[in-house]
């Protein structure tokens, strides 16, 4: 959540819910409301409704398989790509996919990160 979304929506987002509603019961909407607003407030526009029914009240999850292609003789990359598709969706009722956020690094001999490319 904090990945997809971003620190500062949800820190906002926890900050007024928490405030508005101390010591009161509550339901998911008025969580997914103060996140939107939050959002709102930091410029942002995420349709907190559609990840909620995503995420939070649909079962299954998603396999991750990535595709790509080298150049053998300087190993760079020439095409790379992220292909998702529903796992074991014949089982699991109302398994969809879901807007995914990932870091890819690229790594020296070392092991240490030269770059990072969010996708």
């Given at each position: 959540m904090v990945f997809f979304?971003?620190?500062n929506v949800l820190e906002e987002g926890l900050k007024?819910?928490?405030s508005k509603y101390?010591?009161?019961n509550t339901e998911l909407s008025e969580f997914i409301e103060e996140l939107s607003d939050a959002s709102k407030r930091l410029g942002l526009q995420i349709n907190f409704k559609e990840w909620s029914d995503s995420w939070?009240?649909?079962a299954g999850c998603a396999q991750i398989e990535l595709k790509y292609e080298r150049d053998e003789?300087?190993?760079n990359?020439?095409?790379?790509t992220l292909v998702q598709t529903p796992y074991n969706l014949a089982n699991t009722k109302g398994n969809r996919l879901r807007v995914q956020a990932f870091n890819?690094?690229?790594l020296d001999e070392n092991m240490k990160i030269i770059d990072t490319v969010r996708v």
């Amino acid at each position: 959540m904090v990945f997809f979304l971003g620190r500062n929506v949800l820190e906002e987002g926890l900050k007024t819910y928490f405030s508005k509603y101390k010591f009161k019961n509550t339901e998911l909407s008025e969580f997914i409301e103060e996140l939107s607003d939050a959002s709102k407030r930091l410029g942002l526009q995420i349709n907190f409704k559609e990840w909620s029914d995503s995420w939070l009240t649909t079962a299954g999850c998603a396999q991750i398989e990535l595709k790509y292609e080298r150049d053998e003789e300087t190993g760079n990359f020439t095409s790379f790509t992220l292909v998702q598709t529903p796992y074991n969706l014949a089982n699991t009722k109302g398994n969809r996919l879901r807007v995914q956020a990932f870091n890819i690094a690229a790594l020296d001999e070392n092991m240490k990160i030269i770059d990072t490319v969010r996708v």
